[in-house]
C-alpha cells in the first residue's frame, strides 16, 4: 500500500473532516450532503493519499458487482458530485487530481483520527474481508478454502444465492441541470421573475429523490450562456438539461422549456406553457411532473405532495415576494432595502403566514438598523418577523439565517452562529449564508478567524464576483496578521462595489494594524458615509493610538448613541488600551453598558 493511511474513523483534510464510521463530511463545522457512492469514493482516495488509484480499482472496490452500458458515466458522476461537494476542480485541482484515461489521485495531506488505529479494512472494502491477507493468516489456506466453501454450499442451498454482502446503490444514471430561464420580456426589470421561476423549478425538481440536481449556484454561469449543451453537460457532470424561457407580459405569462439529453444533444421533450399568472404554479409542478415521466421515475404519492408543495397559493404574493428578493442584496442601498421592504410587505398583506416573505422582511428590517437607521424598533421587528418565519416552518433556511443575522447585531455571535450553521445544513449552496457565517466568526470573542477565511472563501466560490464576501475574507485575513492578502481582498471588495464604505472601513484597519494611522485615517476620509457605529470606532481608536483622546471620546460616544454595544470587541481592542484608564472612558461605557 506504499502511503496508505492506517486511520481511525475520521480523517482530516485542509478544512474537511471525515468520518469513516457514520458515513459524513464536515466543512467549518457543517454537515455537508455526499450521497454513499461520492463518500465511498472519497473514503477510498483518502487513505491512500499520493497513490494513483486506477478507474478499475475503484470499480472493484465499491462496485465489484455491477454491471454498466456506461461505466464511465457513473464514475464520472460520482466524482463530479464529490468535487462539488469539496469545492475542489478538475481544471486546477487542489484536493483530487484527474489522471485522463487512468484514475484518480488525492493531492492534498491527510491526517487520520486519535482513535485507536485498525488494521480493518475502510468501510468501503468490507465486503471483501474474506479475501483479505489477515484471515489467510489466521486460518491457514486450507481451511480458509474450507470456510469459504462451506459459506458458498449455505448461501446456495436450495437455489437462493444469496449473497455473502448486501448490493451496492448503484448511483442513478438520472441527473439534470436546470440552466438559467432566458428572459424574453421587453422589459429588463422582469429579469426577477426568470430568476425565481428557475430556482422554483430547481427546488421543485430537487424533491424527486432519484434525479440528482445540480445546484442553483452551480448553473448561475451559464445565464444568457451560448454554449453547447453538450458541453454544459459535460461540465457539470450531468446527463440531462433543461433549458428554456420565460415572458411575462401583464396577466399573463409564457414558458417555453426543453429537455435535453447532454450525452447525444438530442431533444426528448419539449413544450410551450401559455397560461394566466394565477397558473404560474400549476406550470411548475408540470415541468417537474413531466421530466420525472420522461424519465421514467417512479413517484411516490408522498414524492408528488413534496412537488407540489408552496409556500404561498396566492400568485400576486408570490410574484411581491420575488421582487422583494431580488432588491433584498443591496444591504448599503437604503433606496432599494425600502423598495424590498414594500413588496415584502405586500406579499404579506396577501398571504399572512407566507414564511419566506416573513424571513425576508426580517432580513430587511435588520438590515436597515445596522446600516441606515439603527433605531431599536427596527431590530425589534426583525426579530419577531424571523421568530414567526420559524413558527410557520422550523426547516425554512432563510429563517434561521435571518434569525442569526438578529443574534449578530445583537453581539451574540455564538447564537448567531448556531442559527445560520442550520441554514446551511439545510441550504448549503447559498453564498449569502457562507458570508453571514464568515461575518459572525470573525467576531467572535475570541475570534474564529480560520473559520470566518474558510467560510468567505466558500461564499467567494458559490458566487465569485461578491463584494461583501471580499470584505470579510479581508477582515479574516487582517486577524491573522496577513496584511498583504488582505489588502488584495479587500481592493477586490472595492473595485466591485465602488460606492460601499465597508473596504474603506476595512483597509483603515489594515494600515491601523501596521502602525500607520495617517494611513488608517486618510482611508476613512474616502468614505462617502461614516457616520455608522463601526467606522465612528474605527476613528475612535485611530484617534486613541495617535493620542488624541478628546477626539477619541467623541467618537466612540457617537458609536454608542447610534447603539454600538459590543462591549467584548471593545474591552479587547489594543487600540483602545490608553483610553482604558481614563475616567471618562470608564464612565462613558458604564453608562451604555446598563
Known amino acids: 500500500m506504499g502511503n496508505s493511511v492506517q486511520a481511525g474513523p475520521v480523517i482530516r483534510f485542509q478544512d474537511f473532516q471525515l468520518n469513516l464510521d457514520t458515513g459524513e463530511l464536515w466543512k467549518a463545522g457543517i454537515r455537508l450532503k455526499l450521497q454513499d457512492q461520492p463518500f465511498k469514493v472519497l473514503a477510498t482516495l483518502v487513505q491512500r493519499p499520493g497513490q494513483v488509484i486506477t478507474r478499475e480499482e475503484l470499480r472493484q472496490l465499491i462496485w465489484p458487482q455491477e454491471s454498466f452500458g456506461d461505466f464511465d458515466h457513473v464514475l464520472n458522476l460520482a466524482v463530479n458530485k464529490l468535487r462539488s461537494a469539496l469545492g475542489d476542480s478538475a481544471e486546477v485541482p487542489h484536493l483530487i487530481e484527474t489522471l485522463p484515461r487512468r484514475g484518480y489521485r488525492f493531492i492534498t495531506p491527510v491526517d487520520s483520527g486519535t482513535v485507536a488505529k485498525s488494521d480493518s479494512p475502510p468501510p468501503v472494502q468490507r465486503h471483501l474481508i474474506l479475501l483479505q491477507a489477515p484471515l489467510v493468516y489466521l486460518l491457514g489456506i486450507p481451511l480458509l478454502l474450507a470456510v469459504v466453501a462451506a459459506l458458498i454450499l449455505v448461501f446456495n442451498v436450495g437455489g437462493v444465492g444469496l449473497r455473502l454482502w448486501n448490493k451496492p446503490t448503484v448511483p442513478s444514471l438520472k441527473s439534470i441541470a436546470v440552466l438559467p430561464l432566458e428572459n424574453l420580456s421587453r422589459d429588463p426589470e422582469q429579469e ?74 438530442f431533444h426528448l421533450w419539449a413544450e410551450d406553457f401559455d397560461r394566466s399568472i394565477n397558473d404560474v404554479f400549476a406550470v411548475q409542478d408540470e415541468t417537474a411532473l413531466k421530466i420525472a415521466g420522461v424519465l421514467n421515475l417512479q413517484l411516490t404519492p408522498q414524492v408528488q405532495e413534496a412537488v407540489r408543495l408552496h409556500y404561498t397559493n396566492n400568485p400576486e404574493a408570490y410574484d411581491a415576494y420575488l421582487r422583494g428578493e431580488a432588491l433584498s442584496q443591496y444591504a448599503m442601498d437604503l433606496e432599494k432595502l425600502q423598495a424590498a421592504h414594500r413588496h415584502f410587505q405586500q406579499a404579506l398583506q396577501l398571504d399572512t403566514n407566507y414564511a419566506p416573505a416573513l424571513a425576508g422582511l426580517a432580513k430587511i428590517e435588520a438590515h436597515i438598523y445596522r446600516n441606515h437607521e439603527p433605531t431599536q424598533a427596527h431590530l425589534r421587528l426583525a426579530e419577531q418577523l424571523a421568530q414567526q418565519a420559524l413558527a410557520l416552518d422550523h426547516e425554512l433556511p432563510s ?89 488584495t481582498a479587500l481592493n477586490r471588495s472595492l473595485e466591485l462595489d465602488p460606492a460601499s464604505a465597508a473596504p474603506h472601513v476595512g483597509l483603515s484597519q489594515v494600515y491601523l494594524a501596521q502602525g500607520n494611522t495617517d494611513l488608517a485615517l486618510a482611508e476613512m476620509d474616502k468614505m462617502s458615509f461614516n457616520a455608522f457605529p463601526v467606522a465612528l470606532i474605527q476613528t475612535s481608536s485611530i484617534y486613541a493610538v495617535r493620542g488624541e483622546k478628546e477626539r477619541a471620546l467623541v467618537e466612540m460616544e457617537k458609536a454608542l448613541r447610534l447603539g454600538y454595544r459590543d462591549f467584548a470587541a471593545l474591552d479587547s481592542s489594543p487600540y483602545l488600551a490608553s483610553l482604558r484608564a481614563d475616567p471618562r472612558y470608564q464612565q462613558l461605557l458604564g453608562r451604555y453598558r446598563k
Open 399 to 487: 429563517a434561521h439565517v435571518a434569525m442569526g443575522f438578529v443574534y449578530g447585531i445583537r453581539y451574540d455571535y455564538v447564537h448567531a452562529a448556531q442559527e445560520i450553521r442550520e441554514g446551511i445544513r439545510l441550504k448549503s449552496d447559498d453564498p449569502w449564508f457562507w458570508d453571514q457565517l464568515s461575518w459572525t466568526l470573525a467576531y467572535l470573542q475570541p475570534p474564529d478567524n480560520a473559520g470566518a477565511e474558510q467560510a468567505a472563501r466558500e461564499a467567494i466560490r458559490l458566487l465569485p464576483n461578491f463584494p461583501v464576501a471580499y470584505f470579510h475574507l479581508g477582515r479574516a485575513l487582517l486577524q491573522q496578521e496577513r496584511y498583504q492578502e488582505a489588502v
Open 192 to 265: 426577477y421573475f426568470a430568476d425565481g421561476m428557475t430556482e422554483e423549478i430547481i427546488t421543485k425538481i430537487s424533491r424527486i429523490p432519484s434525479l440528482a440536481v445540480a445546484s442553483r449556484t452551480s448553473v448561475a454561469r451559464y445565464k444568457k450562456t451560448q454554449k453547447d449543451v453538450r458541453e454544459v453537460g459535460r461540465e457539470l457532470g450531468v446527463r440531462y438539461v433543461l433549458e428554456g424561457s420565460v415572458r411575462k407580459v401583464d396577466n399573463r405569462v409564457r414558458i417555453t422549456a426543453q429537455l435535453i439529453d447532454s450525452t447525444t444533444g
